[in-house]
């Protein structure tokens, strides 16, 4: 194996860890960061990015297992993840909903 080719494998190889470890982290720090007590938007917010991880993690391991093992059956699992197009925009359009609600809700207030 080439020296090019091993230093790809190990970027790859961090690349599927980074992002599913921060499907874990990056909600943990926000929930800590508002003193366990998150609104609502913010979790409605979270759940597409978190998807969107976890796709991310998911191609980037895929990717990996393909160079690794060229019997691979790369299209199937590309199969998956295109199968999560729709869904992961159908949150994203939820999330965006519940955002502008929350400011249109919070410009009534400070109105005076």
């Not at 999560?84 to 502008?100: D, E, H, Y």
Request: aromatic letters at 10%.
């Amino acid at each position: 194996m080439s020296s090019a080719a091993a230093k790809l494998k190990q970027r790859l190889s961090g690349y599927w860890k980074m992002e599913a470890g921060n499907v874990v982290l990056l909600p943990a720090i926000l929930i800590m960061l508002t003193r366990w007590n998150p609104s609502w938007i913010a979790l409605v917010c979270l759940v597409p990015m978190m998807f969107m991880l976890a796709v991310g993690a998911y191609y980037w391991r895929i990717k990996l297992k393909q160079l690794e093992d060229k019997s691979f059956r790369f299209a199937s699992a590309v199969r998956i993840i295109s199968g999560c197009q729709m869904p992961a925009v159908l949150m994203i359009l939820i999330g965006l909903i519940a955002l502008g609600q929350s400011w249109v809700h919070l410009s009534d207030l400070l109105v005076f």
